[in-house]
T-cell receptor, first 114, second 114 residues
Framework: ETGVTQTPRHLVMGMTNKKSLKCEQHLGHNAMYWYKQSAKKPLELMFVYSLEERVENNSVPSRFSPECPNSSHLFLHLHTLQPEDSALYLC?????????????FGAGTRLSVL | SQQGEEDPQALSIQEGENATMNCSYKTSINNLQWYRQNSGRGLVHLILIRSNEREKHSGRLRVTLDTSKKSSSLLITASRAADTASYFCATDAVPGGSQGNLIFGKGTKLSVKP
């Protein structure tokens, strides 16, 4: 195990639902990340948190709303999603947000939007 | 924007053979990493090579880096069926980019047949 746990592993939601993805890391890291992985596309960085402060938002639509209540937990709140948002959502953490950092990934949440 | 690009997109070999995957990138880097992803799971860090290194080994893995050609290769020797996975290169410290962010390629899908 990588020390990064994501729940749920699978999620099916309608376009009008509101749901949340959860990520927890047990590594004592200070930086956490949300990525979106779609078929045949590179991993897309969505949000970066460093010391519980959001430091990057890569032009992600407002229907995705991140929350980092403490350095061990990261949430991704979802509302009024579109079918094209169906993807594998991966959470990662690293010791610090510096060059050469190694990122540790959770197993991901497979999201299907109907 | 995509920095690393792996080649080939897919590779199928027999157990015991060597597998070579290549990664090309566009701008100067400080580090290059290789990650592995089993189907539907998170990514796992394999190896990091710094820009002043030319070759690095870890078990059955050998990574080379040619900064003049902006390319890296990952060699897996004596492959096993358990090596079946997708392999990604990731670069950081793109000039003008955010420190600590990793930019991933689309990956090479390796299939090792028993």
């Amino acid at each position: 195990e990588t020390g990064v746990t994501q729940t749920p592993r699978h999620l099916v939601m309608g376009m009008t639902n509101k749901k949340s993805l959860k990520c927890e890391q047990h590594l004592g890291h200070n930086a956490m990340y949300w990525y979106k992985q779609s078929a045949k596309k590179p991993l897309e960085l969505m949000f970066v948190y460093s010391l519980e402060e959001r430091v990057e938002n890569n032009s992600v639509p407002s229907r995705f709303s991140p929350e980092c209540p403490n350095s061990s937990h990261l949430f991704l709140h979802l509302h009024t999603l579109q079918p094209e948002d169906s993807a594998l959502y991966l959470c990662a953490s690293s010791q610090e947000r510096i060059a050469g950092n190694i990122q540790y990934f959770g197993a991901g949440t497979r999201l299907s939007v109907l | 924007s995509q920095q690393g690009e792996e080649d080939p997109q897919a590779l199928s070999i027999q157990e015991g053979e060597n597998a070579t995957m290549n990664c090309s990138y566009k701008t100067s880097i400080n580090n290059l990493q290789w990650y592995r992803q089993n189907s539907g799971r998170g990514l796992v860090h394999l190896i990091l090579i710094r820009s002043n290194e030319r070759e690095k080994h870890s078990g059955r893995l050998r990574v080379t880096l040619d900064t003049s050609k902006k390319s890296s290769s990952l060699l897996i020797t004596a492959s096993r069926a358990a090596d079946t996975a997708s392999y990604f290169c990731a670069t950081d410290a793109v000039p003008g980019g955010s420190q600590g962010n990793l930019i991933f390629g689309k990956g090479t899908k390796l299939s090792v047949k028993p």
